[in-house]
């Protein structure tokens, strides 16, 4: 099945729930330019578990989660090479839809990004887009489902039509999750998305992505080691550009195995 038809059957059936590796990276190399950024990079990811990528500023880990989706696309100076599978299929492959990959591989940034619109708008947005809803019933069953798994129904329900940028910072995030929701991805690729957030929102998505993890696949890179320690099963260390080491995340923490990890888990370099 290709990327495009799997999209429309999660339409119709909702996320996969098997186990197994759901995107498989091999050889990736990226360059901005003459900077080779990524090097050689081979990653799995596992279904329905959370994926920290870690590692000091600079050290690829934004550009590979963007590779995941495509969104080094738009920039212009950018190439990649190697191969990314999504269920077996190549998301650089002619057929694929860019639009529908991210509808299927989502997105949520460092900063709180809503649109200027109401809290409802913001949700309905991209199933509006994609042609999802059939009816207005249809559509307001989306918004108000999207909302509840992103854990923000109960904050919002009384003002559904004010503008999401009046929300709080943590608010507006989980509203971002909610929108990413709203499109039935499968994958959720997070760049750094409690950096902007104070301790208590932070574990209110923290809390979120432990719960979203039985249904989709989560990718989060993160400054914060105690953060991948908490909320992720595999961990993946990045440095200049290549992955020094990836498993299970406790046993990374406790007894990595190359000393490159050791020295930035332990704050020796970083
Ligand atoms: N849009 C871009 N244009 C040119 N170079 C870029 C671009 N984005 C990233 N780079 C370069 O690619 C390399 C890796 O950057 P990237 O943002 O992926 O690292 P990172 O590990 O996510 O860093 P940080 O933790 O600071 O966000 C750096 O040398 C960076 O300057």
Redesign the pocket.
Same mark, same amino acid.
């Given at each position: 099945m290709n990327v495009l038809t799997q999209a429309e059957a999660n339409v119709e059936n909702g996320p996969d729930t098997g186990n197994g590796v759901i995107i498989s990276t091999r050889d990736v190399n990226v360059y901005?330019g003459d900077?080779h950024?990524l090097q050689g990079v081979s990653l799995d990811i596992n279904k329905h578990q959370v994926t920290s990528l870690i590692?000091p500023?600079? *050290?690829?880990?934004?550009?590979y989660l963007r590779c995941l989706n495509r969104m080094n696309d738009t920039?212009d100076? *950018?190439r990649v090479t190697g191969e990314i599978l999504l269920d077996g299929v190549d998301i650089y492959g002619p057929s694929v839809d860019e639009v529908l990959l991210r509808a299927r591989v989502g997105m949520v940034f460092q900063k709180p990004n809503p649109f200027p619109k109401s809290i409802y708008d913001n949700v309905a947005y991209g199933p509006r887009i994609h042609g999802l809803a059939d009816n207005k019933d249809d559509l307001d069953e989306m918004v108000l489902t999207s909302l509840e798994k992103a854990g923000l129904i109960k904050e919002v329900q009384d003002r559904l039509h004010s503008s999401g940028t009046g929300l709080s910072g943590g608010q507006q995030q989980r509203l971002c999750i909610a929108r990413a929701l709203a499109v039935r991805p499968d994958i959720i690729l997070m760049d750094e998305p409690c950096s902007a957030l104070d301790p208590i929102a932070t574990a209110k998505v923290e809390e979120l992505i432990d719960e979203l993890k039985e249904n989709y696949t989560i990718i989060i890179?993160t400054?914060s080691m105690q953060q991948a320690a908490r909320i992720s099963q595999r961990t993946a260390f990045?440095h200049l550009g290549e992955i020094v080491e990836t498993g299970d995340t406790e046993k990374l923490f406790t007894s990595p195995s190359d000393k490159r990890t050791q020295g930035y888990i332990t704050g020796r370099f970083g």
């Open positions: 901005y900077n950024a590692g500023s600079g *050290c690829g880990k934004s550009t920039v100076s *950018c890179v400054h990045f």
